[in-house]
């Protein structure tokens, strides 16, 4: 990556998110960062995890949506990304999207919006019988977005969590 790019990280303020923000600002050495996080407010999670158990849901207040706890912890994280950045000797500019579907497609029409030269993202690496049942964001986003995307994966130790011997790969 030349200088004058730009690159776009997804910054969820896990440990993963700043690891790729590190690898990608030693390795790509971009001009620009957008720091991204994307959030989902409290009642649409709320209306997603109840309608996967069926119980009835309920109207939700206006005036209580205005004030979203998502919101405001999307914000801290957001500026924590831009925090990393600087101290990382990078230029690194905030922006909270709020999710309206998934956020991968966040993630990718913030990066066309953006006109980004590289979408940088952490992984989980999961493997196995788990890897069937929990999409991947990374690889919604390079499904999607038609733009390179450095993933960078889990340190080793990390992602060697407990997985019972059953579900094992042979």
């Known amino acids: 990556m030349s200088n004058g790019q730009t690159m776009l990280i997804a910054f969820d303020g896990s440990p ?10 030693r390795l790509l050495r971009p001009t620009t960062v957008e720091i991204l996080t994307a959030w989902e407010p409290v009642a649409r999670q709320a209306a997603r995890t109840v309608s996967r158990t069926g119980v009835h849901q309920t109207v939700l207040d206006a005036e209580a949506a205005a004030e979203d706890p998502a919101q405001a912890e999307a914000l801290k ?48 690496a999961l493997s196995g019988f788990r890897a069937w049942w929990n999409s991947s964001t990374a690889d919604q986003i390079v499904r999607a977005s038609g733009l390179p995307v450095f993933i960078v994966p889990p340190e080793l130790e990390e992602d060697e969590e407990e997985e019972p011997e059953y579900f094992e790969e042979s």
Do not use: F, K, P, Y
């Open 16 to 25: 993963r998110a700043a690891r790729a923000l590190e690898h990608a600002a």
């Open 77 to 124: 994280l957001c500026r924590r990304g831009v925090e990393v950045a600087q101290s990382l000797g990078l230029a690194g500019r905030a922006h909270l999207v709020e999710a309206s579907t998934t956020i991968a497609s966040a993630i990718v029409d913030a990066a066309r919006e953006l006109d980004v030269d590289v979408i940088v993202t952490g992984t989980r």
